[in-house]
Every structure is written in structure tokens, then in C-alpha cells.
């Protein structure tokens, strides 16, 4: 089971750091990636990093402001969200799906298997 924390209201240009937590299981055996969905929008890829941390892709938009990373040993990933802007208002949520590649990332919600309940950023202008 996946678990996201760290979401909150801040006003645009400030900083969040998301968490995403297993319970029952390690996340070394996963690749894992985060979402968004926008209200009224559909879901979308936001970044995503291989299972040996290694690999790491950030979709276009948050480049340069947001940081995909993983702690292994505290079966923790983290995205490090900063220069916030209203856009990226919205609920994030993490998702993880088992493999064998160390180095490989997933871009796509359906190549996931496991999916965190989703947490909210609001950022206010």
C-alpha cells in the first residue's frame, strides 16, 4: 500500500516536499512515478524515477523546479517541488509498479499497479 504526504495550500513561489510511502512491502523492487490531475483536467505524468534511482524523467512543465528522488533504504520517494505556480494546483499522487529493470522509468498511469490516495496542492497567487 502507498501512502503520499506533504501537501498543503502555498503561495505561488514557495517550496512542498512530497512523500510517498510503502507499508508491507519495500519500494526497491518498484519503479515509481507521480501524477496530477488538475480539476476539471485529466490525469498527468509529472515524473517518474527507475527502481535503482538511477533514472529519472520530469515532464516539460516542471522542469528545473521539481525533483523526483528515493531514499531505498527508508522505502521513501520524495518529490521536491519548487517555484511553485497556480498550474500546478491540483491532487498528486504517487503510483509504483514492480520490475526487474534497475535503470528504467514508466511514463504512462497504466504500467502502474499500485496507486497512493492522492494528495493536494493548492497554490495560491
Known amino acids: 500500500q502507498l501512502q503520499a504526504s506533504g501537501g498543503g495550500l502555498v503561495q505561488a513561489g514557495g517550496s512542498l516536499r512530497f512523500s510517498c510511502a510503502a507499508s508491507g512491502r519495500t519500494t526497491s523492487g518498484y519503479a515509481v512515478a507521480w501524477f496530477r490531475q488538475a480539476p476539471g483536467k485529466e490525469r498527468e505524468f509529472v515524473a517518474a524515477?527507475?527502481?535503482?534511482?538511477?533514472?529519472?524523467t520530469h515532464t516539460d512543465s516542471v522542469k528545473g523546479r521539481f525533483t523526483i528522488s528515493r531514499d531505498n533504504a527508508k522505502n521513501t520517494v520524495y518529490l521536491q517541488m519548487n517555484s511553485l505556480k497556480p498550474e500546478d494546483t491540483a491532487v498528486y499522487f504517487c503510483?509504483?509498479?514492480?520490475?526487474?529493470?534497475?535503470?528504467?522509468?514508466?511514463?504512462?498511469?497504466?504500467?502502474?499497479?499500485?496507486w497512493g490516495q492522492g494528495t493536494l496542492v493548492t497554490v495560491s497567487s
Open positions: 503510483a509504483a509498479k514492480g520490475t526487474s529493470y534497475s535503470v528504467v522509468y514508466y511514463r504512462f498511469d497504466h504500467q502502474y499497479d499500485y
Open positions: 524515477i527507475s527502481r535503482g534511482g538511477t533514472s529519472t
